[in-house]
Each structure stands twice: as C-alpha cells, then as structure tokens.
C-alpha cells in the first residue's frame, strides 16, 4: 500500500511537472507530429493554390474567419510584429489564413481583411469538403455559435498558428500569448537553415 | 441523411477497420462452424459480443472520434469504453471457442508452429502475470494523461492511433484475466480471491488520478484550447467532467468486475455440486469436491 501510495505522490509530482513546462513557453517543436503541408483552395484572388505554391518560404498556417471579435486580429496582428521584424528576410515569409466561415467570407472580404495585415498575409478560401480535408489533417476543429436577433454570429476555432518549414515540412506550433520577438527569432533561425 | 454521414469514420483508419473487420469475420464463420456440428450456442452470446464490438467501433470509427479528438471529457468516455466498458462486454460474452472455431485451419497450424506459438504464449503470460497487468492497467491512464505526452498524442494522427489501440488491447488482457472463467485461463489462471485484490487495487490509483484532474484548479491539458473544442463549454467544465468520468464509473467498473467474480465462484461452487443433485437420498452436507 505504502510502495502505490509513493508512485500516485511521484505521478502527480510528474503532471505537475510537465503543466509547468508547458506554461513556460507558448511555443513548440512539432516536426513529426503535424502533418506536413498540403491543401487545395482558393487565394483571396480567386487562384487556385496548394503548398506547392510556397515552396520555398517559410508558412503561418491559421484558421480564422474576419468577423471574429479578438483572436484573429491579435494573432494576425502578433504575425505581423513578428515579420516586420525581420527586416527584407520578411518577404520570405507567408501567413495562410484560412476562413472557416466561407459563406460570410467572400473573396473581396477576405481580401480586404488579409490586406490590411501585409504583403505576406494570404486569405485562403475553399469549399466545405477541402475546408473538411484540411481540418481533419490538422486536427482542429471550428463550431458556429447561435445567431443573434441580427443574425451575427461567432464562431469557435482553434488558436493554433502552425508553423512550416521552406519544404512544407512541420515546424512549431505558436499558442496564443507567443510574444512577436520570440517568433520572429524562431522563423529567423527556419529561414537561416533553409 | 446527416445521421448516416456520422456513422462513417471521421478519420477512416485501414488498420482499425481491418481489424474489427477480421474479428466479425472470424466470429461469424466460427458461428457457421459451429453450427454446422450442431454445436448450439445461446445467441445473448453473439449480443453481447456484437455490442461490445460496435461499442469500441463506434468510438473510434465514427464522427464520436471527432468530439472525443476536441473535447477533453469526450475523449474520457472513450477510453472509459475501450478500456473498461466494451472489452468487459467483448470478455463476458465468453467469445474464444466461437473465434477458435472460425479460424481457418492452415492459420490455426501456422500458429502452432513452434516458432510462432513460443513467443506468443511467452508474451502472453507476460502480460498476464497478475503484477504486470494491473501496473500496465494503471500505468497507460497515467502515461496518456501526462500533459505533454497528451498534448503530442491529440497533435499526431499516428500517436493518437497508439493511444487508442494501446487502449482497448491492454483492456482486452486485462479483463480477460480478472473475468474470463479460470478453467478457460489455462496456464495463467489466477484465483479469484487474488483477482478481487487487484480489483480493489487498480481502483485506487484511478480513483487518484481522477479526482485530481476533477478538482484541481490548474487547466491541465491545454491541447484543446489550441487545436478547438467540439462546441462551447467552458475549458474547466471540460476538464471537471472528464476527471469526474475518469474517477467514478472507472473505477465503479472495479466493483462490477467484483460482481462477475463472486458469479464466477457462486457457479464453480454450484457445478462442484451438481451431481449430488440427481442423488436421490438428498445428502449434501460435507460431501467431498
């Protein structure tokens, strides 16, 4: 009894231990984890994409949708903070925004949001069924809330911003609260090693 | 029409379909089989199998996969039956002389080579051996559940598979050893009284494990802020439900296996008997096993 009740004390003291590392940093390694890039949409310009497209550049993959109240502007925002830091090495960078909610996110609304973030920032926009192909592939999830009497509503979606090497392979994933000085020298070191 | 596209798989997984796929297979023709020897068996039988089949299916093939890959409590369920609930129903509806019966016979010499029998019977009572598989019961909950390793586990399609899998064949073996009948154990057979023990004993570190994630105050798994939950509910709901489901029925599944054990011995104890019953003078009292 007294040998258990020493490995439930050691397996507590085990999750406290890892709770604590993971609210240390809002940054992760996944590179084996997530899959690599790969998705068939449409540009905020109506092109038809796949990664193939940003060969070569090192990729923010983030869903999102333009009518969302915080998270996107503040993440989109931090990305920004993050590739003006990094000075002419920033063209080498792009963020892909992906809407989750395509019907009220047209392409001209799309484009219009994604714009006023940079250069770098892509608006991506597909059908439900290559929407459905990428959630699944990320393993992410996005949920309408309950209109209201305007017929507004929110959507619920996650808060990851996977990051990509210039290969599509998986990088990092950046949680919400990653401060922009943290990432930009974290896509300075993917964008050094090629 | 949308309730038929959410039986189909989330993430379709050849080896999780092959795999219950083969087991339906080898169960039916073993059915066939034996009936045609004219072998009858009561079909609570097949029920019981087919539930536990459909349970573990259900909760791995489905759009339940999805809601159990972003909703912390949800993914609680769904060990709680592959863990707990579907292999008791797969172990209790008595399934080996049915699947023996379905396997073809050139698979069933290809086991029996020697080659392949030893280190499979070697490993087997491996992880029968009654310190073994309770520390394996125990330890694979708290293995998945350390944060970091969970939060990998619900980021990566092939760890998640693992997880899963890891999970419903440990409670295959582990329930086979504190339910199946002892006659059926062969080799590994373990007493009851010492099955009642280690009942009592996995117990107790879930009943731990649970109540701390219930109530502890810290947001421990935080995969499911960043990858999305199911729908809206707040994150400490989430997590209070999920140590809820893993402290109680968990653990509760301990006294309903208690339950199975007192059946099993009442039955040995009434078989032992049995023959004094036809004995026309009556006498029982004190007659030899």
Known sequence: MRVRALAGVLALLLVGGCVQRQLGHHLTNVAGLVAPLQFHMNDQNGAAVTAADYRGRVVLLYFGYTHCPDACPLTLSTLADAISQLGAEGHRVRVLFVTVDPRRDTLPVLKRYVNDFGPQFVGLRGTHAQLTRMIKRYRVSYHYEKPDASGAYEVDHSSAVFIFGPRGQARLLAQTGAPASVIAAKLRHLLAAG | ?289
Do not use: K
Not at chain 2, 137 to 156: C, T
Not at chain 2, 236 to 251: E, F, H, N, R, V
């Open chain 2, 1 to 289: 029409m949308q309730y038929l596209s959410d039986l189909l798989p989330w993430q379709f997984s050849p080896t999780t379909c092959a795999v219950f796929g083969l087991a339906l297979a080898l169960y039916v023709r073993g059915w066939a089989v034996l009936r045609r020897a004219r072998i009858r068996i009561r079909s609570w039988r097949a029920l019981v199998f087919g539930l536990g089949l459909a349970l573990n299916y259900a909760v791995m093939q489905t759009y339940f996969d999805f809601l159990a890959q972003h909703m912390f409590w949800v993914h609680r369920l769904q060990h709680l039956i592959l863990h707990h609930v579907g292999p008791t129903l797969l172990i209790l509806s008595a399934p080996v002389p049915i699947l023996r019966a379905g396997i073809p016979a050139p698979l069933w010499r290809l086991l029996n080579v020697p080659w392949v029998r030893t280190p499979l019977r070697r490993l087997w009572h491996a992880l029968q051996h009654p310190l073994i598989a309770p520390v394996l019961f125990v330890g694979l909950i708290y293995f998945w559940l350390i944060p970091s390793v969970h939060f990998d586990a619900m980021l990566d399609t092939r760890r998640y598979e693992l997880m899963n899998w890891s999970m419903l064949l440990d409670g295959i073996l582990f329930w086979w050893l504190m339910l199946a009948p002892r006659e059926a154990q062969g080799a590994s057979a373990l007493r009851y009284g010492a099955r009642c023990i280690v009942l009592t004993a996995v117990a107790l570190p879930q009943i731990v494990i649970g109540a701390y994630i219930a109530l502890t105050t810290r947001q421990l798994y935080s995969i499911y802020a960043v990858c999305g939950r199911a729908w809206a509910i707040s994150p400490m709901l989430d997590q209070q439900i999920g140590g809820l489901l893993t402290w109680i029925p968990a653990a509760m599944m301990s006294a309903v296996g208690g339950i199975v054990v007192i059946y099993r011995v009442l039955s040995e104890e009434r078989r032992r008997l049995a023959p004094e019953a036809t004995d026309p003078s009556g006498a029982s009292a004190g007659a030899p096993a």
